[in-house]
Every structure is written in structure tokens, then in C-alpha cells.
């Protein structure tokens, strides 16, 4: 059964930088997609970046890339975002997720998660 367990929002301005990070359990194995979503009142749940843990392969969502980088701590079984550059528009509720694939192309941002942190608030202001 996995857990995750994410930490690390808050308020920041135009252009800041933020590190979300996840501690996940049971979800840490080789055929896992290890994701970060993001949401805004009213609007659908967005996949913002993936990471597939059998050869760290990542993906991104066009909005962030360049900005935004996912990666794992295998010592820590902890999972980051690391936010630069970051906009208003990035102003949203955080959540990590996990669910376990059988290939790294079945593992992209926002593919259907079964494993749900809670939320982190982040917010960006002009």
C-alpha cells in the first residue's frame, strides 16, 4: 500500500523559487511513474511533471518546462519539484501521486494515479 506525504508550499514572488518534496513509501520500486499535479479552484487536476523510476526518465508539461524539475532521493524515498522562475499562473494546489506502469511511455504528467498525497498550497504573486 503506498503513502505519500507532501511538504514544502508557500508564498513566494514573481520569478521565486519553491522545492516541494514527497515522502513516499511503498510506491519506491522500479515500475512506478512518480508524478506532481497541480489544481486551482474550478478547474480540472493538471499533471505537471513525471518520473518513471526505472532509468529516472522524466517528462514535463509544456508550461513548466525549463522551469520545473521532478526528481528522487532513492536514500530518502523522497520525490522533489523543484520550481524556478515561477509565475502567478503557477499559483495552485500541489499534489504528488504514484501508480505503477508497465512502461515508461504508459508514465507522463497527468496519466490516471493510484497513490495520492495531500496537497501543498502554493501561491506566486505578481
Known amino acids: 500500500q503506498g503513502q505519500l506525504v507532501a511538504s514544502g508550499g508557500g508564498s513566494v514572488q514573481n520569478g521565486g523559487t519553491l522545492r516541494l518534496s514527497c515522502a513516499a513509501s511503498?510506491?519506491?520500486?522500479?515500475?512506478?511513474?512518480l508524478g506532481w499535479f497541480r489544481q486551482t479552484p474550478g478547474e480540472e487536476r493538471e499533471g505537471v511533471a513525471a518520473?518513471?523510476?526505472?532509468?529516472?526518465?522524466?517528462t514535463y508539461t509544456d508550461s513548466v518546462k525549463g522551469r520545473f524539475t521532478i526528481s528522487l532521493d532513492n536514500a530518502k524515498n523522497t520525490l522533489y519539484l523543484q520550481m524556478s522562475n515561477l509565475k502567478p499562473e503557477d499559483t495552485a494546489v500541489y499534489y504528488c501521486?504514484?501508480?505503477?506502469?508497465?512502461?515508461?511511455?504508459?508514465?507522463?504528467?497527468?496519466?490516471?494515479?493510484?497513490?495520492w498525497g495531500q496537497g501543498t498550497q502554493v501561491n506566486v504573486s505578481s
Open positions: 518520473l518513471y523510476i526505472l532509468g529516472g526518465i522524466t
Open positions: 511503498g510506491v519506491i520500486e522500479s515500475h512506478y511513474c
Open positions: 501521486a504514484a501508480v505503477s506502469v508497465v512502461t515508461s511511455a504508459m508514465c507522463f504528467p497527468g496519466v490516471d494515479a493510484s497513490y
